[in-house]
């Protein structure tokens, strides 16, 4: 499928919702894709890019920002504490803050380097042991501490049970971002996201249905 197609899709699920279509931004997850799909995209005129891994997204999108000029890249994988300064360095946003210690490294290198990515803070919404974020009961008290260290928390993400129904845990993330006062709702990929669009996603994570299936696992 097309970036256009995704697009349209992106507009019609926004029309059928009642929302304006440019409250969704369309993130083109990139990771393990071969460049000249990337390039593709690109060339399409798009700039806002998902990688998960810090090391791929330092050995590609340099050489793209050079080439191509300004290009917004969001972290949605997971985030080592070692590995913060760097992505800090290189992304407009990190979706995968998940725990207080990464919340307090980020704070302290926000202070150090003044300046911080937005970020999303992920919530394990199905409760499940291998996978990341904080479980839903402590979403607001983790919510609160990102705030009291000054961290700019845009919103929250979160990546359903690949074996349950999506739209229940897109509707219990909006529930707690409604609570605490969070606008940016960081959830829906390829198979999901006309859903997540209905239940207010903001940021959709688009991978496979716009560069085609990846073939290497990531
Ligand atoms: C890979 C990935 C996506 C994109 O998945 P697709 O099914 O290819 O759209 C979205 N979010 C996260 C966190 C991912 O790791």
Redesign the pocket.
Known sequence: MSLSEINSRIEAACAKAGRAANTVNL?A?S?VQPLDRVQAVLDEGHRLF?E?RVQEAAGKWPDFRDQYGEINVHL??PLQSNKARQAMELFQAI??VDRPKLAKTIARLAQEMGKCPELFLQVNTGEEAQKAGVLPADADAFIAECRALALPVRGL?C?PPVDEEPSLHFSLLAKIAARNDLTGLSMG???D?ESAIALGATHV???????G??TAS?
């Open positions: 993130i997850v990771k998902g998960n949605i994988g979706h995968s993400m990546i990929m390829s198979s996201f994570r688009v991978g496979s249905a716009i560069f299936a990846r990531a």
